[in-house]
């Protein structure tokens, strides 16, 4: 019993990071319909970041607040690169971002070498469960939080909210578009970055780290289509908790494998599904 | 005259090698193994519409195929015929459920299935797990034993024909004219009769073949193989030629393929020089790739080849 709430709240911790990362590609993909590839380098950019910081000599939280920083300014230079130039179709802004995410290999490697990188998080035990754990999950409930009400109740979310609805109606009643758009993006990199700040204490980080990383927040998002930040929680939550009781109960080995299947599943059930609506309507 | 262009590439293509030291003629066969997956992913790409992010998956199945029959004492030359066979039974497998996605469902689709790939084949023993398949023989073929790399630059160069011919005769036929309708409107290719999932798959299985038969070359000319060997990077590196040189034309796919090798190359003998650091070809490697995407995609969206045919035209 102690071993199941054990892997419970490790695999609730992964899939909060999981959650944030797919967070930001709902953000990006609900204002701009750019599917953000580089969403994983973000994490693994912030991640590096923290590291020289943190050996540079600045105390914990002002290295990882620094490190979201930087990821939210990478993510401002991809939405100008992806969307910055007028009729760039949301299928060649993905691109464009899959190829900033190889260009983020040239840098990592350049600043920080191919070996893979870690800083210790919040030390000690709860319950027989690593403390940082429990501080991803608080840090994510609040960040989700602020995130939900930001977007609900100030002036600048619901600006955001109707660009995804309908920009050309949003444009009509003066909302500038394009830097609603960079907004998402800038905004969807700083939680690429949290993500990736808030996990790699407990799972060493690489620079091609960012496909796993893309994937499982792709794969969180994916249950919402993209579009519902509250599914795309789930979503991650769920993920981080199937991986981690199958890494506890079978083998660590098959993790990858169960959340990439569970993606599968959803994409093929939801175009399944889709095809039927399109028939009987 | 549609047939002379191609014949002096292939005569151009086929007098180079004698001339080619060493570690060049290692160039050459890689490009044109690299070749031959990208006119399978630009046909892909170019009439279903679709950005395939898996496509190194088929050249590893073709590549495994052609390994582990040769590892089991099957004459090599069955191997060699059974790797894109292997990669094409694969493709209509998973191309069944996941064809039905669009865009960048499909992307991310095709990316997880080569990761569940190489995870698979990092834990299969029968496979060499992580450290791979080792001591393949040389092809042979009645006998006479493939031992130099000048014999595997012109296999590769004969499978970089056949697989520009299959692709040219099957964009020439009424299936052809079919894709074409498919790949500009879908709908409309529908309504009018076109059996688009069919088409969809059927191009999907071809593209894996050609994929699958440079993965079997690949396995009898390295003699070594192993999960690492065909990264997600190298699916990535394929959509970066195929979208340089244009995607859904032959032509196209070929100058990429061999625009981003040669670049890549010359980075690299850049790169090695005394004095450079030791990450300097790793990262110029992925500056260049990264730049090269990034510009064209935004530039010169249709790609090099069919840029070009347009200005001609509009003088």
Not at chain 1, 262 to 270: P, S
Not at chain 2, 89 to 100: E, H, Q, T
Not at chain 2, 194 to 214: D, E, H, K, N, W
Request: glycine share 14%; charged share 5%.
């Amino acid at each position: 019993m102690a071993e199941l709430v054990q892997y419970v709240l490790t695999g609730i911790g992964v899939g909060c990071a999981y959650a944030l990362l797919g967070s930001g590609l709902v953000v990006i993909h609900r204002v701009t319909r750019v599917v953000n590839f580089a969403q994983g380098s973000f994490a693994v950019l912030a991640a590096f970041t923290v590291t020289t910081l943190l050996a540079a000599g600045l105390p914990h939280g002002v290295a990882e607040g620094l490190g979201v920083l930087l990821a939210g300014g990478a993510g401002l230079l991809t939405g100008l690169i992806a969307t910055g130039k007028p009729g760039t179709t949301p299928q060649a802004g993905l691109i464009v971002t899959l190829g900033l995410g190889v260009f983020a290999y040239a840098v990592e490697i350049l600043l920080w070498g191919d070996q893979p990188r870690s800083f210790p998080g919040l030390p000690g035990t709860v319950a027989g469960v690593q403390a940082h754990y429990l501080l991803i999950i608080g840090v994510t409930a609040v960040v989700l939080g602020a995130t939900a009400l930001l977007f609900a109740r100030t002036d600048l979310g619901r600006a955001l909210t109707a660009t995804a609805e309908d920009p050309y109606a949003a444009r009509i009643v003066g909302i500038d578009v394009p830097r609603m758009g960079l907004l998402a993006f800038a905004a969807g990199g700083a939680l690429g970055g949290l993500a990736g700040v808030l996990v790699t204490p407990v799972q060493q980080v690489t620079f091609d780290a960012d496909v796993a990383l893309v994937v499982s927040g792709f794969a969180a998002a994916v249950l919402g289509n993209l579009t519902r930040p509250g599914l795309t929680l789930a979503g991650g939550l769920l993920l981080g908790v199937v991986q981690a009781l199958v890494g506890g109960y079978w083998s660590t080995s098959y993790q990858t494998e169960v959340s990439l299947i569970f993606m599968l599943a959803v994409l093929i059930a939801r175009a399944g599904l889709a095809r039927t609506a399109l028939e009987a309507a | 005259m549609k047939w002379l262009p191609p014949a002096v590439a292939v005569l151009v293509a086929a007098a180079v090698p004698p001339f080619l030291g060493p570690g060049q003629l290692t160039v050459y066969v890689l490009l044109g193994l690299s070749a031959m997956a990208v006119v399978g992913l630009s046909l892909l790409m170019g009439y279903a519409g679709q950005v395939s992010l898996g496509q190194a998956s088929f050249t590893a199945i073709g590549a495994y195929t052609a390994g582990l029959l040769a590892v089991h004492k099957f004459p090599p030359l069955l191997g060699l015929v059974a790797a894109p066979v292997a990669a094409a039974l694969a493709a209509v497998v998973v191309g069944i459920p996941i064809l039905r996605l669009r865009g960048h469902q499909l992307a991310f689709a095709t990316l997880a299935l080569q990761l569940i790939l190489l995870s698979v084949l990092g834990d299969a023993d029968w496979a060499g797990g992580a450290i791979g398949l080792q001591g393949l023989p040389y092809l042979s073929i009645l006998g006479f034993e493939l031992n130099q790399d000048r014999q595997y630059a012109y296999l590769v160069l004969l499978g970089v024909a056949l697989t520009t011919l299959v692709a040219s005769l099957l964009i020439r036929s009424r299936t052809g004219r079919g894709l074409r309708a498919l790949a500009t409107a879908p709908a409309a290719a529908e309504a009018s009769g076109v059996p688009v999932g069919a088409y969809r798959l059927l191009v999907f299985a071809v593209s894996a073949a050609f994929a699958g038969l440079a993965g079997g070359i690949y396995a009898f000319y390295v003699g070594y193989l192993a999960p690492g060997s065909f990264p997600v990077l190298l699916s990535i590196e394929y959509v970066v030629m195929a979208v340089v040189g244009g995607l859904g034309s032959i032509a196209g796919a070929l100058l990429g393929a061999t625009l981003i090798t040669l670049v890549v190359q010359a980075l690299t003998t850049l790169a090695t020089q005394p004095g450079m650091p030791g990450y300097a070809p790793s990262v110029l490697s992925y500056a260049v790739y990264a730049v090269l995407l990034i510009v064209i995609v935004l530039f010169v969206p249709r790609g090099i080849v069919p840029a070009l045919r347009l200005r001609r035209r509009s003088p």
